[in-house]
């Protein structure tokens, strides 16, 4: 069963757990369970993603349940109307707070405007040796994507030479390989945790939020973040 957040008659929204797509997908072929039709047998009726969620990403999915609701929706997402909020732990020591301005290529070829904005909320060191390194550092951070481009967020905390741990193939692999080894650990720690919008019925505001999921918190714990606990 899926988490459901939020429901009314015209929205609902799933906290999406890590791995699971949001729809069938050409380069997915190995998947056979997504959160439209595992979301639309739960609820007994048809329901139309607003937007989207990579695979490796969890948190805030929101749905339309109906054609009309679904299209005010997207033109919201579009005009940049949503409020959107990620968390996500990366290597390194990130700034205190900090906008990244830096255009991405989408699959077409096309360069495309894209701004992420973050705040640093803790900063761990762990006696774990890495690379020349005695210990390892970490960042949990806050995470405001102005745009909304494809991996966006992935590729521009790679940008800065802070990737998002789990993160393939933006991530940094040697980082993924000591999480796997040590802690047995391959979720990538990107999670969606709100989602803020006018309500296209009723125009009042809608702020939903989902907790983060059982292998985030695991992290927060061997990484001994300790505020964030």
């Keep these: 069963m899926l988490e459901i957040i939020y429901q009314d008659d015209s929205l609902v ?10 729809h069938r997908s050409p380069i997915a072929t190995n998947a056979d369970t997504f959160a439209v039709q595992e979301l639309r047998n ?11 969620l990579d695979r490796k990403t969890s948190g805030v999915l929101l749905f339309a349940l109906n054609p009309d609701i679904h299209r005010a929706m997207q033109q919201s997402f579009a005009d940049r109307k949503v409020e959107k909020e990620y968390l996500a732990i990366v290597r390194g020591y990130t700034e205190d707070r900090g906008t990244i301005d830096y255009a991405l290529t989408n699959d077409k070829g096309k360069e495309q405007e894209a701004v992420t904005h973050y705040q640093t ?19 949990l951070v806050a995470v405001q994507p102005e745009t909304g481009r494809m991996h966006q967020i992935r590729k521009h905390f790679a940008h800065i030479l802070h990737p998002i741990i789990g993160d393939r193939p933006h991530g940094c692999n040697k980082q993924n390989r000591l999480f796997k080894e040590k802690w047995e650990m391959t979720t990538m720690l990107l999670h969606a945790q709100k989602l803020s919008f006018e ?6 505001s809608v702020e939903l939020e989902a907790q983060t999921q059982s292998e985030f918190n695991r992290s927060l714990q061997f990484l001994d973040f300790k505020a964030a606990l």
């Design 13 to 22: 929204a799933i906290n999406k757990p890590h791995g699971l797509l949001v």
């Design 42 to 52: 739960q609820l007994d009726q048809h329901v139309y993603p607003v937007h989207r």
């Design 121 to 139: 909320l803790e900063r761990t060191e762990i006696p774990v040796p890495f690379g020349k390194h005695a210990t390892s550092r970490y960042s």
């Design 199 to 204: 309500h296209p019925a009723d125009k009042q």
